[in-house]
C-alpha cells in the first residue's frame, strides 16, 4: 500500500513538472520577441545571451524528464517483462548517463551554435583537476574525519593520535 501512494506521488509529480516544464518552453518560445525587445534596452547586445540560456535550460530540463521517462518504460516495463527481473543498477546509470550528455551536447550545438564545447569542456576539466590536487589533503582530512565521526568510537575532548610523527589532537 505504501510502495503504490509512493509510486503514485512519483508520477504525479513528474506530470506536474513536465507540464510546467511544457508551459515554460511554450511561453518562453511565444514571447521571444517581446521578451527580447523587452531586454534590448536594458542589457544592450546581451540579451540573446539571456534568451538562449534561459531555452538551454528549459530544453536541457525536457531532455532529462524525457530521458527519465524513456529509463523508466526500458528498464521498469520492457526490460522487467521480458526478463522476469529488473535490469542492473550499473546498466541504467550508464545508460542516463550517456542520454544525458549525448542530449546536453545537442541542444548546447543548437542553441549556441558558435561556442566550441571541446575547449569548454577541456579549460573546465583542467581547472577541476587544479583545485582538486589544491584541496587533495583538506578534503582528505574532512573526509576521514566524517569517517572517525560515523564509527562512534571516538568520545568528544578524547585524544587521538593521527599520524606516525606523534602528532595528537582533541
Partial sequence: MVKASRSNNRVV???????????ALYLAITFQPKLSAWLEP????????????????????????????????L???IFKLRRGYEAPTLVRNVFSIIAFIVLFVVIFN????GVNL???FTTSAIFGVIIGLALQDTLGNFFAGISRCREHNVA???????????????
Fill in 75 to 77: 528498464f521498469d516495463f
Fill in 42 to 73: 536594458r542589457m544592450g547586445q546581451h540579451q540573446d545571451s539571456v534568451i538562449n540560456a534561459l531555452m538551454l535550460l528549459l530544453w536541457a530540463t525536457l531532455a532529462f524528464l524525457g530521458v527519465r521517462a524513456f529509463n523508466f518504460l
Fill in 156 to 170: 568528544g575532548g578524547q585524544a587521538q593520535n593521527f599520524s606516525k610523527k606523534g602528532h595528537a589532537g582533541q
Fill in 118 to 120: 571541446g575547449a569548454l
Fill in 13 to 23: 509529480a513528474f506530470l506536474l513538472i513536465a507540464g510546467f516544464n511544457l508551459l
Fill in 110 to 113: 543548437w542553441t549556441y551554435p
